[in-house]
């Protein structure tokens, strides 16, 4: 998660002259200027941990009736919107934090646009001691993000041991769904052995299925972690799940030979079959993998269909019956097709994607903004499929609309970027009379 810039606090912005008709317009134009820069200095102070300048411009802002807490859970950053405890534990100032917890009891639950609490900023920022002090001052262990995510799952993520030791031992739901997928998926996926070490020491579901069909074991496998597919073994993973696809059809499709060494001693089934209808030896003689048809071979059933039974013989038989090009957009058109029909809009606008099929893209992709206008998905699969049909103007608006619902977004900014740069090009092109891009 990247910090938002901290601005320096600003000279004066009185304007360069004043029109004699609306004095009191003008007036409140430059009291409203001095409030900004004051709230930013003050913002400003609470990031530095300049808690002697806070205090005094709390003391000037006390009006003596006990609403200081209000007051200043209404200062906010006036671009991002961000509050005055995000700040503080964005300066990982442990004191600014027990300033404005205790003396002011400011909400530690605070929300900023973008969804996140001062607890995330802190955990983004792999603040151990004031992720600790925020916890200990009752912060909410289950709170989600716009996204979705827990704190726990951020911090697995990250990779950040402590804090999730910290998280658990304040009874965070070691379990909890984050966008489909628990924190053990997630410390997976970034290869996080001892995070995954962590969870399944304090009993995470180890054959828990995420929104992909994929159990941790098999994320484990995609990240080519042996050190997480060790864990997760030791820990009990079952070895055959079917969801997305067994271990071991991933690990053979892969060509993890280490990992594939171990899904075999662990007991995993080498004659299970692929949606293509192949086992394990046959996919790693698909993709020339010869040392994991040599560990395969002697644990899988005869094949009928391989009138030579040998690692040589499978080698030649299995390389022919490799799905096509063809057959892959053959299958990639029927699961857009069967996702329209049953109105799952993201799936299908992301399946015409790869199809290149712009149109029936960006039908799909304004289906999604119309059912979530707020959504910086909708708005970067908008844009993407108006760049697949060259309206590189269009595709500039929707991808800077989404870049503003989530300012943070690399992906939404490359591809912004890109279509700047054609956009630019077409412009280009239009004045030299060149054939357009």
Known sequence: MAPPPVPPASTSRLPSQCSPRNPNSNLNSVLQDILLDLEDIFLKAVYNGDLRLVKKMVRAL????????????????????????????????LPMCRYLVEDLRMDVDDICPAGETPLTFAIGFENVDVVRYLLNHDADTEKLNEDGLTPLYVAAAIGQCEIVEVLLSKGAHIDALSTGETALHAAAHGRHDNVVKILLDHCADHNKINFGDCTPLVCAIDARSLKCVKLLLEAGADVNCVGFETPLIVAAGIGLT?????LVLAGADPNVHDSFGRTPVEIAACYSTRKDVEILFPVTSRIPSVSDWSVDGIVSYAKPVLPSKEVMLAITKSEACEAYTNTDFLAAVEKYTKLDEGQKALKDAEACRRMRPDWPKACHLQGIALM????????????????????????IEDDLRQAMQFLQMRHILKRSKVKDI
């Open 62 to 93: 006390d009006d003596g009736e006990g609403r200081i807490a209000q007051k200043m859970g209404a200062v906010k950053h006036s671009s991002f919107g961000i509050g005055v405890l995000h700040f503080a534990a964005l300066g990982r100032s």
């Open 258 to 262: 280490d990992i594939l060494k171990c």
């Open 388 to 411: 697949l049909l060259k309206d590189y103007e269009k595709a500039c608006s929707a991808l800077l609309d989404g870049l503003k619902l989530d300012p943070w977004n690399d992906h």
